[in-house]
């Protein structure tokens, strides 16, 4: 029997401007499974990521979080980024700030 997913990602798409980076994907992770995202330089992948982590908001789509949307509620978000997060492939994020 399958298991429901932890998150699913329903017809996202983000543009920027009339410049369409991502258009209707779809997926799903299941509790435990380990997911890699690969395509070429400028395919969309950092945008991917960026929107389930709502740095970038969806031009439209849904994304639910053990059944329920994170996109509704400011406190549903808040619980959704405590559990779920990426990692950047920059490591100079904030150039203010170190470690310590």
Do not use: W
């Amino acid at each position: 029997m399958k298991k429901a997913a932890v998150l699913s990602v329903r017809d996202l798409s983000k543009s920027f401007g009339s410049h369409e980076v991502l258009k209707k994907i779809d997926l799903d992770v299941a509790p435990g499974e380990v997911i890699c995202v690969l395509g070429s330089s400028g395919s969309g992948k950092s945008t991917l990521l960026r929107c389930i982590n709502h740095l970038e908001t969806p031009t439209s789509g849904e994304i639910r979080f053990h059944g329920n949307s994170v996109q509704k509620h400011a406190r549903a978000l808040s619980d959704y980024r405590s559990q779920v997060g990426m990692v950047f492939q920059s490591f100079n994020l904030f150039n203010n700030m170190t470690v310590l």
